[in-house]
């Protein structure tokens, strides 16, 4: 019996320690050249304070524009009396596509079709997002209160249905599901309620692997549905910045190969001056904008080609 | 995990028959998919855990059976499986031959998905098609189940056994090709060879 037991544990051993040993997967993404940055997608989310941010932002997208790698801009957050309307012209000035974010905050409980139309009457858009992350409780991101999926699908419809009726010509996203928990859960719930039988564009969040895990088996159950569908990831990133590079290297090339997207945003240009205690900025491509002098973090440089 | 401590206490209680052979295994394989309608081709390596049962006498025409755990690729979020499999022995001279059947179980993660774009901006995407659930996970049918069948031949020598073993897995793929306003999809079977080694050990 000694014997028995001393040789399963050597043997069990062995096992563990083999087992346990890395491997190489021949079939994850390969080929990719760190240095050129091969899986960016040409799209930064831009958030619109006034003041010095301004200029130091667009012209970090002139230099991204020059360098062949910014198409579009994503405005996270656009003022529906046209308050943020020198974004939008300078954007345009530098040949960049728009995507602008309408929150659930300026959609209001009534009338999303009313603030519909001031926006669109104020702003010359190519893609509007309606409602961004809508059961996120962070009064930062829902001021107002988050919401359900069951109570904002039908008024989405409904201004879904007025804005093809009047404005044929635009084009509407859904609202970016959570880029971490229950994200995919929540996206799931807008395909079963209807999401996909409307044209518009499928967008959501990803900053954790297991969303992405979780978003690819979403997708791979409505395959059949997705064949004339744009989806775009608008916002993924990470930080501290010293992961930039990296998470454009081999995370960009899992999003891909997962979800096919048609865009890809970076979150985000400048995301507020970093302290000590604040790291808002952590997935900033700039830091440092109010302050000064401008930081240019190394995911930026490569981009340009600087570094 | 509930599925992976129940099989192991199944196959280790089973084991306690003296009658019966019990052996520990573990098997080294390759294997490849090759989806020809989307031109991709998936091939990666595994490794295996099994505990192993040789009946006394054969029973409905088999030898034993055979369970455990399987790992594909490095990222530990995807790519574990459990498997389960019967097989029937062949003497032949200082041989045995074994041809089996089983099932394998579990999360593939997104190992077996790709996208290919080309130049106008549409693309190909492959998936290996999900099928099942898999308990606590927060999405539905996560999971994939597919048959697989194999053929080895093994070496005894005292306690310790090995045998090459060539094997074909069933697995089904999605093709989605599109350009993001049009486009279709299918699903295709494909036949995956595997080769590999397997050791064990009896007690």
Known sequence: MGNRLGSFVVLFSVLFISCNSNSTNPASPSGINRAELRSWYPCVTIQTPGGNPINFQMEASGKLKNAGRMQWVRFGNTQVNGGTRPYHNRARNLGLNIFSVISLEQLGEKNWEQTFDRFYSNYSTDIWQIGNEISNPDIHVNPLGAT???QFFPKFRELYGHVKRKYPQA??????????????????????????????????????????????????RYRSK???????????????????IDWVNNFYPRIINALHPEMVCWYVMWGGDSTANV????????????RGPVIE?????????SK | MKIILLTILFICSVAQNSYAQFRINIKFDASRSLVKDASMKFEWTAKELE??????????FLSGLAGGARREGSNLAEGNFLHIRVYRTISVKKFEINPSFGIIYGHPGLRSERTKFDANGGYVHVNLVRNVDLPSYNVKKPAV????????????????????????????????????????????????????????FRF
Do not use: C
């Open chain 1, 148 to 150: 359900t999926i069951e």
């Open chain 1, 171 to 220: 084009v509407l996203a859904g609202p970016p599901t959570f880029g971490s928990v229950g994200g995919p859960a929540e996206l799931e719930k807008f395909f079963q309620l209807g999401l996909l039988d409307l044209d518009v564009v499928v967008t959501l969040n990803l900053y954790t692997e297991t969303a992405l895990q979780e978003y690819g088996v979403v997708f791979d």
């Open chain 1, 226 to 244: 997705l064949t004339n569908k744009r989806i775009w990831v608008t916002e993924t990133g990470a930080g501290p910045p010293e992961r930039h």
């Open chain 1, 279 to 290: 790291h808002d900025n952590d997935s900033g491509l700039l830091d440092n904008l109010e």
């Open chain 1, 297 to 305: 973090r190394d995911l930026f440089k490569a981009l340009i080609g």
């Open chain 2, 51 to 60: 505990f192993d049962r040789k009946f006394k006498k054969n029973k409905l």
């Open chain 2, 145 to 200: 189940a597919y048959p697989e069948i194999s053929l080895s031949l093994r070496k005894k020598v005292w306690r310790l056994s090995a045998e090459p073993v060539v094997s074909m897995r069933i697995m089904r793929y999605g093709i989605l090709k599109s350009n993001f306003g049009s486009g279709n999809y299918k699903v295709v079977t494909v036949i995956s060879p595997s080769v590999g080694f397997r050791f064990g």
